[in-house]
């Protein structure tokens, strides 16, 4: 695009604008010798003439050519352009779009961007770095393969200390001895909340299972069957509690009725030290010793037969205690491997297609997913003993909480799905802030501690409960 | 053989102001697909350009376009059309988020005597395909329209210019604080049409 000062007619009237000097040169021609009488001469107002006559014939032409040019290129809204325009709109309007239509576009090209906000307001959310509260739990066995910790759906925390059982109170902080068994029949392997969160399951190291009323403290029954220790329990969200042993059976027990032994599955071939039911309670996994992982679809295994399982996962290298079932995905497994595997997997336990798999560089001891975001904790042994909050699906590490001297053995998470409490071979208990705060929960937690620092216990930072 | 070509490649008044008229029906549907203004499901794809192209299939938009376009076709044959503007406003607050601006400058001589000029057809469809192809990609610079919007369509004509009742004056509908970027140009030796989109700059930037 030319500019302005480059148009033909300005420079032509640039060039052809006639200066005094033209004038007189003119005049000089006349005769062979001319002296100008200047004073006779009034040069401006020759000037004035002159360049007047270029002036109306021009400008109009420069003034048009100009303002077009300047319209054109450099203000293109400009008002100029407006004088010698009419803007119109047509009358009738076009129709808005319809009500509650989500734009595509927005979604197209923002989904990362809000995610990424999300992700990161997320990931920037206050993870305390350190226990909220730490309990001393002298005598915890410092064993892979039980599974000593449970929160209730009643907010009390049962933990196995050697050969007792005590139920911490998490609304209180009061700590009391459930039951304690002889050195015969103990140490105690094993602890689970029935999912009404009254009742409690004991796994015995003599094979039995102890069933306890936790508010009058009394022993309801004596279940028995299995011929070695009972390393893991699991309710299926009924009256049904399943148990994984070393003598290498899952049992099902009716706990309603007197021949409580409903089903018995022997599909693994070492200690079974990792049991869970999936939320829904149609499916148990059930993990080993002997690196094996199983479903079990509770329609099928009633038969009995030994490959009555739905599925059969052999790809970790170790010991699979960690298992936890997704709240937010049905179908969907996490499992960890033990030393030699140090693998975190995913499942979906309908195809049995192994989803994704993570290498954590660390013995994976338990597992538990967050209820209110996408994440998960996994808790870990040599050589940093730390938890490990994990994004899901992405698998980006979150956070890493230290603070535990030895593995961090179990998991448990409050009912309301904020606090995990996880006991590890240095025989404390820890308790992390992990998942979150809401608002709505902020009330409660001071009511909470209100009632914690009249009983005295949170001045404790570290409290026995024995 | 060769008369037929060269027959074809004449470009009178009339048939630039068509090809002009329908260049803009495209370009008002292909904005407002690629901007969102309307559920995806309300576009049909068209061949057009050698592009496919997106159509607004539905009636009450449809019957806008035809009749905004109908009457610019009516101005460009008088050569009185200067600009067309698409406004994207807020539906909420109509302020105007983006102004896609075509310039148009019409060959004085071919209004006045009437004459024809010579371009041949393939050479301006590659220019409008260029142009169309800019307005597909403009989605990945422009800043995203996080609210429900709405369009409209102004024309800029001569003073002189007849009005018919259906259409009203209106203001410009400028963006405040604005950056403008050039598109490119198609000219059919008639009528010459410069693009460029104005749109609202980020607060953040």
């Keep these: 695009m030319a500019t302005p000062c480059r148009s033909p007619s300005l420079r032509k009237a640039l060039l052809e604008r006639p200066s005094p000097d033209v004038a007189s040169r003119k005049s000089q021609q006349l005769g062979c010798r001319f002296i100008a009488n200047r004073t006779s001469m009034d040069f401006d107002i020759a000037n004035y003439m ?52 989500e734009r595509n576009a927005k979604l197209l090209y923002s989904e990362n961007v809000h995610g990424g906000a999300a992700k990161r307001s997320k990931i920037y959310r206050h993870i305390p770095q350190s ?63 029935g999912p009404d969160g009254k009742h409690i399951a004991v796994g015995l190291d003599n094979g039995e299972i102890q069933l306890w009323e936790s508010t009058a403290l009394t022993k309801m029954r004596t279940l028995k069957g299995h011929t070695a220790r009972v390393g893991s329990l699991a309710w299926n969200g009924g009256p049904i509690l399943s148990s994984g042993s070393r003598d290498n059976a899952i049992f099902n027990h009716d706990v309603r009725i007197r021949d409580h032994l409903t089903t018995k599955m022997n599909a693994h071939e070492q200690e079974v030290c990792g049991l869970k039911w999936s939320l829904s309670g149609q499916q148990l996994a059930s993990g080993g010793n002997d690196n094996l992982l199983h479903i079990w679809d509770a329609s099928m295994m009633a038969s009995g ?57 660390s013995q994976v001891c338990a597992l538990q997913w967050s ?32 603070g535990h001297t030895s593995r961090v053995l179990h998991l448990a998470q409050s009912p309301d799905g904020y606090t995990v409490a996880s006991a590890a071979g240095d025989e404390t208990l820890r308790f992390w802030q992990v998942f979150g705060t809401p608002d709505n929960n902020k009330q409660q937690l001071l009511r909470t501690r209100s009632v914690e620092s009249t009983t005295g216990i949170n001045n404790v930072s570290c409290a026995n409960i024995r | 053989m060769a008369t037929a070509q060269v027959a074809r490649d004449i470009i009178t008044l ?45 009636e009450s938009v449809k019957k806008f376009i035809t009749g905004v376009t109908a009457q610019l076709a009516a101005w460009l044959q008088n050569g009185q059309l200067q600009r067309v503007v698409l406004v994207i406003l807020d539906q909420r607050t109509l302020e105007p988020l983006e102004r896609w601006n075509f310039l148009i400058e019409t060959d004085q001589e071919v209004i006045q005597k009437g004459i024809s000029k010579r371009k041949s057809d393939a050479d301006i469809m590659k220019e409008i395909q260029a142009i169309m192809r800019q307005i597909t990609s403009c ?9 429900t919007c709405i369009f ?48 609202k700059m980020d607060s953040d930037a």
């Excluded at chain 1, 001895?177 to 105690?188: F, K, T, Y």
């Design chain 1, 50 to 101: 002159l360049a007047k006559e270029n002036l109306d014939h021009e400008q109009p032409v420069l003034n048009e050519e100009y303002r077009k040019q300047l319209a054109g290129n450099l203000l293109k809204d400009s008002n100029l352009m407006h004088k010698n325009s009419r803007i119109l709109a047509f009358k009738s309007k076009p129709p808005p779009p319809p009500e509650g239509f």
């Design chain 1, 131 to 193: 226990a909220e509260r730490t309990l001393d739990a002298p005598d915890l066995l410092d064993d892979y393969y039980l599974n000593l910790l449970d929160w209730s759906s009643r907010n009390v925390v049962a933990v196995a200390l050697g050969n007792t059982v005590y139920l911490w109170h998490a609304t209180s902080g009061s700590i009391e001895e459930l039951m304690q068994v002889s050195e015969d029949d103990g140490p105690v392997t094993s602890v689970s909340w």
């Design chain 1, 305 to 361: 037969a030994p490959s009555s399982y739905l599925h059969r996962f052999d790809e970790h290298q170790a010991a699979v205690k960690a298992l936890a079932w997704c709240p937010f995905q049905s179908n969907l497994l996490a499992s960890g491997g033990g030393t030699a595997d140090r693998c975190i997997k995913f499942w979906n336990t309908q195809t049995g297609a192994c989803l994704n798999s993570v290498d954590t560089n």
């Design chain 1, 371 to 402: 209820r209110h975001e996408k994440e998960l904790l996994s808790s870990h042994g040599f050589s940093q003993n730390q938890l490990c909050l994990w994004r899901y699906p992405s698998m980006v590490k979150m956070a890493e909480l230290r």
């Design chain 2, 14 to 58: 009339k048939g630039s102001a068509d090809i002009v008229t329908e260049f803009f029906c495209y370009a008002v549907n292909s904005i407002i697909y690629q901007r969102g203004l309307y559920p995806e499901e309300q576009f049909g794809r068209v061949k057009k350009y050698g592009l496919t192209l997106l159509v607004a299939q539905d």
């Design chain 2, 139 to 147: 989605v990945t610079f422009l800043p995203c329209l996080n609210s």
């Design chain 2, 152 to 199: 409209d369509v102004l024309a800029y004509t001569d003073k002189d210019a007849a009005v018919p009742m259906t259409w009203t004056d209106s203001d410009a509908k400028i963006i405040e604080n604005s950056q403008v970027v050039k598109l490119r140009s198609f000219d059919t030796k008639v009528h010459k049409i410069d693009a460029s989109v104005a749109f």
